[in-house]
């Protein structure tokens, strides 16, 4: 690592969440979020009105988060940006405002691949008391993506499975409206999770092969019980709410960790780490941290602030492409599917 101060401007904007942060080699000096509350009454995130948002959001939480980092503009040294994968609408907001600043301010462009940064956020300074030590296996889940990835380098990432169809962070969000609760209803199912009981229902888990993963099952499984139910007793939902959520969690947490199992297994890798949304979720955590005793691994949980989506996560790989002179030219463009 070098001795010198590099000064990262960061951006994200995959989603719909417009983010930007300062970061001092890999200390975070600032890290705001504008969030979009538009999208709860639709039940989902609106492409359109996402790219929207994020270009009336994007110039002030820049300046916001430069004024935040107690710099000028004219101490950054490169500047980094979510090139995908994500929305297209709302990653070309980003990448725009990214190319033009760093044409304004002539320093380096760095693109960055938003799951690498999911994965890397263990490597700022404060994110957590342990880094990660390579190779380590890396669990990433979100409310668009599910992977296991074998991280051998900051810069070797090896995809070992993922979904084929709905994210976890879909499975809760389609499970939540099927029992009738609001957008995003990942936090409110681990909440009522906490008060019920995890075996009062059982929900098959899908079988497939290898590392890969399915939701898609559980979530039709989920609705045809809950239709089931009502139709005897209208009140199921309410008076079974928090069992409901209990049951539903620990389902998708055993299926999570059944596929960790297989991946340490078949790697010899003990160590994992988590990112992405959905890691914030305490059923996911407390399962983790037993598992350090029930099969000796050791695990790494991030912060909380740097497990959503977030632009310290982007400002810490644009600093390790820094160190690697790994630079962008202006002919870049967004990529709605960029691979890992």
């Known amino acids: 690592m070098t001795t010198e101060n590099i000064y990262i401007l960061a951006i994200e904007s995959s989603c719909d969440d417009t983010a930007a942060a300062v970061l001092c080699n890999n200390n975070v000096l ?64 980003g990448t725009s405002f990214a190319k033009s600043l760093s044409i304004g301010l002539k320093i380096p462009l760095i693109e960055v691949n938003h799951m690498q940064a999911h994965i890397l956020a263990h490597f700022i300074e404060d994110a957590s008391a342990k880094k990660p030590v390579f190779p380590f296996l890396a669990l990433t889940i979100s409310g668009g993506h599910t992977q296991i990835v074998q991280v051998n380098s900051y810069f070797d990432l090896q995809i070992l499975g993922e979904t084929i169809d709905d994210a976890v962070g879909e499975a809760f969000d389609k499970s939540g409206k099927i029992l009738g609760l609001g957008y995003p209803a990942g936090p409110q199912i681990d909440q009522l999770a906490k008060l019920g009981n995890p075996k009062a229902f059982k929900f098959s888990k899908p079988k497939v092969e290898g590392l890969n993963f399915s939701f898609s099952g559980l979530k039709t499984a989920i609705l045809y019980f809950i ?47 988590i990112g992405g949304g959905v890691s914030a979720n305490s059923g996911i955590r407390t399962a983790l941290l037993n598992s350090e005793k029930k099969y000796g691994w050791i695990t790494y949980l991030p912060k909380f602030e740097y497990t959503t989506d977030n632009a310290a996560m982007i400002g810490i790989v644009g600093y390790l492409k820094y160190l690697n002179n790994d630079f962008t030219n202006q002919e870049i463009t967004a990529s709605a599917r960029l691979k890992l």
């Open 30 to 93: 600032s890290n705001i979020i504008a969030g979009q509350e538009v999208h709860a009454q639709y039940g989902g995130v609106v492409p359109e009105l996402a790219s929207r948002a994020h270009q009336q959001n994007i110039v002030p939480v820049v300046d916001q988060a430069i004024k935040k980092a107690g710099i000028s503009k004219k101490d950054l040294n490169a500047i980094a940006f979510t090139r995908g994968p994500g929305l297209m609408g709302s990653l070309l907001v």
């Open 227 to 273: 239709q089931k139910e009502t139709k005897n007793n209208p009140n199921f939902i309410e008076q079974h709410l928090n069992d409901i959520c209990a049951s539903i969690q620990h389902t998708i947490v055993e299926i999570l960790l059944d596929k960790l199992k297989l991946a340490v297994k078949q790697t010899g890798i003990t160590q994992i780490a």
